[in-house]
Structures are given as structure tokens and as C-alpha cells.
């Protein structure tokens, strides 16, 4: 997703330009230059959403913002509420900011909304159940995975099912996206399936693996924030100190590549290996371990009644920092 800033704002932002794009995009403005942004949307239907900072003196008329997001930001409460005000009966969907600058994470997240694909489609089974039904910590592995996926940050969560059993343990604590092809064409079919049901204003997706239970909120939350920075590559994998592992973050330009994979060997890692650059990597928290084997069921029972939902990582991944490219 493209962000115009149509004001001359410095925010190191992805996908930021200073021109008029040609496709899809959000808008930035400054208060000051808040009728320049109204006659743009007026010209551009495929502008889908504004962020204010620096709410006018007085809103002007925000009619054109109707079924459109609309971000405000003010330290001036009254101000910033009439605006907000505004936008609300224009029937725009509104969130605000208040205080002197809305910090970078804030105004990001809400620029470049990333939904989570939860991959819960396979039928392995461990100790005779479906692995994903297991439980840690009281609740199934696949449970845990939507957990990361909403308290890192995520806008929505889409599970993809192929077992009922599976569909009823994710209940509503996420979208569930049936896969009937998941025993024929594997886990690509489930990535394809889930990223063609994210919402229009989605700009990434975020590729989790139902049974990581170790793989918490905080490796998401620095995913997103990683991804989200000027000049990360469009797809952000975590790093626990031995290469890259999923999470998978996937900008929406990549998505037409990933519909025309078939795999088994067409897959999405064999994708991203072909193209240098295109892929980056962020240090995790946590442990990437899965479940494929009872001993590895029993193995993170352990570490998960020691160590928390996310141990800590191995001071070998290093400290917090930006996105980098694999070596």
C-alpha cells in the first residue's frame, strides 16, 4: 500500500512517496493543508484513507471521507474532537491521537493494517489427536497461534481449517477460512486461500504456523514494526539465530506471485530464494520449535511451564533492531 504524503512530513514510513501515485493508496496531511487533501480524495476514489496531524482551527466539511478511514492527531482536545466529530457523521470510520506528535508505531499501524494467516489446516496427528487440538499451558496450540497473532498486533486473524474439530477450537476468536484443498496441494494452498480472504485495506499478511506455541506477541509486534520502516524488503521473516523461520511477513505486492505457485516443491520458500532482496529478516524473541513428534509435544510442555508463553531468546540472536537481509 502506497502512503502520499501530501504535506512535507517526515515519516520514514514503507512505501512512502511525495508524488501522486498512480494506484491504490493512503494520504497524510498536516491540519494546514487539510483542503488539499479533501480535493485530492474528491479527484481519487481509490484514495481508501487520511490521517490528520494537526487538527484546523475549524473541520471543514468531510463528506467525501464516508465509508473511508480517518486517523486524527491534535494535543489541542477540543480541536481534535471536532474533527473527529466531523468525520464521524460523514460516516467515516474515525481513530485519534491526542497529544503534541503521534509517535511512528502508532501512526504506522494504522496506515499499513497487517492481518494474520494462521495455517491450522493440516491432519498430523500426535499421541493420537490432531497436533493442533494439543494443549499447553490450558489451551490448544492452535488457539495460541491466534492469540500471538491478535496481541501483536494484527488487524484481523484468519485461521485456515481443513478438520472440524480444528474449526470448533477456533470458535470466533478468529475469521475461519475452510481449505478443502489442504490434503491435495499442502500448506500453499492454505497461504493462497487465507491471503484471498484478508480485507481490501490489509497491506500485509502475516504467515504463522499453528503449532509454535513459543512464537508469542512479541515476535509479531516486531514483525510489524520491523516491516513497517522505509526500506524494509517486502517479505520479513523472524530470525532466531540459525536463518530464518516463520513468522512470514508478506507485502501485498507479493501476493499475485504466491497465487500462481502450485507446489509441493513450487512452494513459497523456493519463491523467495530465486529473488534476492526479496526477503529480510528481524531478530525474534521466543523459540521457533513446532510439534511434529510426541518427544516435541513433551519438550515444549517443558520450556512453556518454565520459561512463560516467549523464553527469552539465546543471547547469540542479538539485541532488538531493524529488519536485515539473511545471509
Given amino acids: 500500500m502506497c502512503v ?8 520514514p514510513i514503507r512505501g512512502r512517496t511525495y508524488e501522486e501515485p498512480e494506484e491504490p493508496h493512503i494520504a497524510i496531511v498536516r491540519g494546514s493543508d487539510i483542503d488539499v487533501a479533501l480535493d485530492h480524495i474528491d479527484l481519487r476514489p481509490d484514495c481508501r484513507a487520511l490521517a490528520v496531524l494537526g487538527a484546523p482551527d475549524e473541520p471543514p466539511d468531510l463528506e467525501l471521507l464516508g465509508g473511508r478511514r480517518l486517523f486524527v492527531s491534535d494535543a489541542d482536545g477540543d480541536r481534535m474532537r471536532a474533527l473527529v466529530e466531523a468525520g464521524e457523521v460523514a460516516g467515516a470510520e474515525v481513530e485519534w491521537y491526542r497529544g503534541p506528535r ?4 502508532r501512526i504506522a499501524a494504522w496506515a499499513l493494517p497487517v492481518g494474520a494467516v494462521v495455517l491450522a489446516a493440516g491432519r498430523a496427528s500426535v499421541l493420537g489427536r490432531d497436533k493442533l487440538l494439543l494443549e499447553v499451558g490450558g489451551r490448544a496450540l492452535v488457539r495460541r497461534a491466534i492469540e500471538s497473532a491478535t496481541e501483536g498486533g494484527c ?6 481449517y481443513a478438520d472440524e474439530g480444528v474449526r470448533a477450537e477456533i470458535g470466533d476468536e478468529a475469521v475461519p477460512v475452510l481449505n478443502p484443498e489442504a490434503a491435495s496441494r499442502g500448506p500453499i494452498s492454505s497461504i493462497q486461500i487465507g491471503l484471498q480472504s484478508m480485507p481490501e485495506d490489509v497491506a500485509g499478511a502475516l504467515v504463522l504456523l499453528g503449532d509454535q506455541p513459543l512464537v508469542g506477541a512479541g515476535t509479531v509486534r516486531r514483525l510489524l514494526r520491523c516491516w513497517r520502516q522505509e526500506g524494509t524488503p517486502p517479505a520479513l521473516a523472524a530470525d532466531y539465530g540459525d536463518g530464518w523461520r516463520p513468522p512470514l511477513l508478506l507485502d501485498r505486492c507479493l501476493w499475485p506471485d504466491v497465487y500462481e505457485l502450485r507446489g509441493p516443491e513450487d512452494d513459497l520458500a523456493a519463491l523467495l530464494r530465486a529473488r534476492p532482496g526479496l526477503l529480510g529478516t528481524a531478530p525474534a524473541e521466543g523459540r521457533a520449535d513446532d510439534v511434529d513428534t510426541s518427544d516435541d509435544y513433551a519438550r515444549i510442555v517443558q520450556l512453556f511451564g518454565r520459561q512463560g508463553t516467549e523464553p527469552s531468546p539465546p543471547s547469540s540472536n542479538g539485541a ?4 536485515r537481509s539473511p545471509e
Fill in 320 to 323: 532488538a533492531g531493524g529488519p
Fill in 4 to 11: 502520499y504524503l501530501l504535506s512535507e512530513l517526515d515519516l
Fill in 155 to 160: 488487524q484481523t486473524v484468519h485461521a485456515v
Fill in 102 to 105: 503521534v509517535p511512528f508505531d
